[in-house]
């Protein structure tokens, strides 16, 4: 019965790989947090191919979709923060943006002695010209869902955009997301031939 928590939906297992099958030995899951885990982890490999079309680094080019993507203009320390970067690391990536011509530094219109970020219009053409066949193809899989299927797939996935950003904002909260640049990076002991991430 839908809603009852201890009903597990089996599902063939498509294109499992190590990680998710020690994973599945160690979790008992819904399949359709699975396969939503899935998404995830193809959705991060998804954007380091888009940096690399972009010709950006892979920070450069989540900042730049943050500022792309945010609801109010973005400073340089808000922008870090929503990176886990320090200030002085959000304004080296802002310096190397600016000087690729992919943002703008901007006044604020509201407060004169702020600086807000703008993407050029260089970059949101580039933007676009990246993720437009990705796009094309995901509307081609949703193309086969009939209507009643479409909604509950568009409502679930709106159900975990929230319960995300809910995560990610107790997480700021708590003070738990930090400057992870390489340079700031908790060095772990490793072997040396292990490579560094």
Known sequence: ?????????????????????????????????WALWAVLRTASEAEHAMARDLGLPYTDSLAL????NSPEPLGPVELGRR????SASATVLVDRLVASGH????PDPRDGRRRV???????????????????????????????ATATAVITYLRDVADVQRDYSTSARDRGEMTDTT??????AS????????
């Open 103 to 106: 943002v703008n530094r901007l």
């Open 182 to 187: 390489p340079a700031n990076r908790p060095r």
């Open 83 to 86: 990176l886990g970067m320090s």
């Open 65 to 68: 979709n943050h500022i792309l």
């Open 190 to 197: 490793r072997p040396s031939s292990e490579p560094t991430p």
């Open 1 to 33: 019965m839908a809603g009852d928590e201890d009903e597990m939906v089996e599902l063939p297992a498509r294109g499992l790989d190590a990680g998710e099958q020690r994973g599945r030995r160690l979790l008992r899951t819904h399949e359709a947090s």
């Open 117 to 147: 970020l703008e993407a050029t219009e260089h970059a949101r053409r580039d933007a676009v010209r990246v993720m437009t066949p990705l796009l094309h193809a995901l509307d081609a899989v949703a193309a086969r869902l009939d209507t």
